[in-house]
């Protein structure tokens, strides 16, 4: 089943109103998505991250969903003892890691990448703002190349970590990347994992205006520019097959890069030398799309 606007209004989510996020969090507008699209048949486990905050305190706790509040580094190991037992009381639900970057790139890489490797029936979700915000903006593995955080004053000078391709190596049935400002590309890509049996990885851009330094009602404008200037191509892979499931709609990447403060330090020759490698990386995606096989 395809889900439209007139279906994605009745479906129920799990986010309630008056919480304690920041005006603008892509990341809750994510999940406000992908709670729609998984039903009300969910479980959340959540590390330590911004969502710990927006879920927890008394009386403003946003999710109504039940949700497992984990240590940073334990999230993916959690999904899996839970899913089992919930499959041992033959209960089917969907068992759903809900980590930001830092907690996925970084200190959740190992949980994460032992219960892939062991094919468990979990979908993990990375809501990457692309740094520890919760925290006050310390750059991760996921910051781009040139983003100010409190840790990379001058811009950082490492490229990210490509997780949906480190997740692909592992060979799991689902990888697909999503971003806030394609919505209905999203939601369908949860729809479509939420029936799949098996490891589903689902990486999801979600801007962040205190993070990113950027005006609160601009969050879907620099999640669909992120998209259209190739800065973060929408695909799924599919039992090894990659398909893109957005096509950019061309814009040149300066439009994306200079919508946000966090940029200030790169010149317009960098922004050059980033359009190649974000343009390398797209040609890859396309020879990979003609491929039998990712890996
Ligand atoms: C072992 C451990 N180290 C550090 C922290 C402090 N801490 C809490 S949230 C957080 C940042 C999480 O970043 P990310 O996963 O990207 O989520 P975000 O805050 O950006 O939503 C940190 C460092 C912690 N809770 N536990
Ligand atoms: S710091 Fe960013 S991710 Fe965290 S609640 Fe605020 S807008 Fe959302
Ligand atoms: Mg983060």
Known sequence: MTITIHDLRKLPGSYMPGSAACPGCGATLAFRLVSRALGPNTVYIVPACCFSV?????PKSAISAPLYN???AAAAATASGVYRAYKTVNKDVNVVVWAGDGGTVDIGIQALSGAAERKEDIIYVCYDNEAYMNTGIQRSGATPLKAWTKTTPAGKREMPKDMPMILAAHRVPYVATASVGYPFDLVNKFE???NIRGFKYIHILSPCPPGWDFP???TAEVGKLAVDTYFWPL???EDGKLRITVKPRKRPLKEFIRLQGRFRTITDEEIDELEKIVMEKWQFLEHLEKSERVF
């Not at 927006?54 to 008394?58: D, K, M, R, S």
């Open 70 to 72: 984990i240590a940073f």
């Open 235 to 237: 695909y799924e892979i």
């Open 216 to 218: 609160v009602e601009k």
């Open 192 to 194: 479509k994992a939420k």
């Open 54 to 58: 927006i879920q927890a305190p008394y």
